[in-house]
């Protein structure tokens, strides 16, 4: 299986060479796969913003606890989640899935209102929690589709979201940074861990089989 191998070649890259830039159109794979992500109920409730500006990565720098790989690397994925789970927002999605799928207007509507329930019995915080779970989804195939593109990739939670948040007008749009991904090519000569063997846990010990 050929995504297992690239899987084995892939780590968290620590530095980047700076002076290699990726081609959009790559880069739009990975967006590609991370927008074909499953998500609960299909709610979609999961934005990317992709910075490839480099005066605004290097702003990022300290917001990003001073991790190089935010101005290195050719381009910067933020995955945001919605806020919150709004009446409005739900029923865009609805509408949406009905016009695509050829639906009656209307068809989805019990459905539609059990989700409304669900999530209106929740605090903000608990559906922004939910919300936030998407985004790894997200974030997991994004990080696949790049190690078969033989793109370098850093999944970073290490950043202060509030500071993001505001530097990039999420909060205005009813969304809050959940992760980022740093996307680029290895610095193989200042990267300390390109050389290292890729650790994890034999299978048995991570998988339980109940026959």
Same mark, same amino acid.
Request: aromatic share 4%.
């Given at each position: 299986?050929?995504?297992?191998?690239?899987?084995?070649?892939?780590?968290?890259?620590k530095?980047y060479?700076s002076?290699v830039?990726? =081609?959009?159109d790559k880069?739009?794979q990975?967006?590609? &796969?991370a927008?074909? !992500?499953p998500?609960s109920? +299909? $709610?979609?409730p999961?934005e990317?913003?992709?910075?490839?500006n480099q005066?605004l990565?290097e702003?990022l720098v300290?917001?990003?606890?001073n991790?190089p790989?935010?101005?290195?690397?050719?381009?910067?994925?933020?995955?945001?989640?919605?806020?919150t789970y709004?009446e409005?927002?739900i029923?865009?999605?609805f509408?949406?899935?009905?016009?695509?799928?050829?639906?009656?207007?209307?068809e989805?509507?019990?459905?539609r209102?059990s989700?409304?329930?669900?999530?209106? =019995?929740m605090?903000?915080?608990?559906?922004?929690?939910? &919300?936030?779970r998407? !985004?790894y989804i997200?974030? +997991? $195939?994004a990080i696949a589709?790049?190690?078969?593109?033989?793109?370098?990739?850093s999944p970073m939670?290490?950043?202060?979201?509030?500071q993001?948040?505001?530097v990039?007008?999420?909060s205005?749009r009813g969304?809050?940074?959940?992760?980022l991904?740093?996307?680029g090519?290895?610095?193989?000569?200042?990267?300390w861990l390109?050389?290292?063997?890729?650790?994890r846990?034999?299978?048995e010990?991570?998988?339980?089989?109940?026959?």
């Open positions: 299986m050929q995504l297992l191998d690239n899987l084995k070649w892939r780590y968290a890259t530095r060479n002076q830039k990726l =081609a959009d880069v739009m990975i967006v590609e &796969a927008r074909l !992500a998500t109920s +299909g $709610l979609q999961v990317m913003i992709l910075i490839k005066t990565k702003e300290p917001i990003a606890m991790q790989q935010v101005k290195e690397c050719s381009h910067l994925l933020v995955f945001a989640a919605w806020d709004t409005e927002r029923d865009r999605v509408s949406n899935m009905e016009q695509i799928r050829e639906l009656a207007t209307g989805m509507s019990d459905y209102d989700l409304k329930a669900h999530f209106g =019995a605090t903000a915080e608990k559906q922004f929690e939910h &919300a936030a998407q !985004a997200a974030l +997991g $195939l589709a790049a190690a078969e593109l033989k793109i370098d990739s939670e290490g950043f202060h979201n509030n993001l948040d505001e990039l007008g999420l205005a969304l809050k940074s959940v992760t991904l740093a996307l090519h290895r610095d193989h000569e200042n990267d390109a050389p290292m063997k890729k650790v846990l034999e299978t010990e991570v998988l339980t089989i109940i026959e």
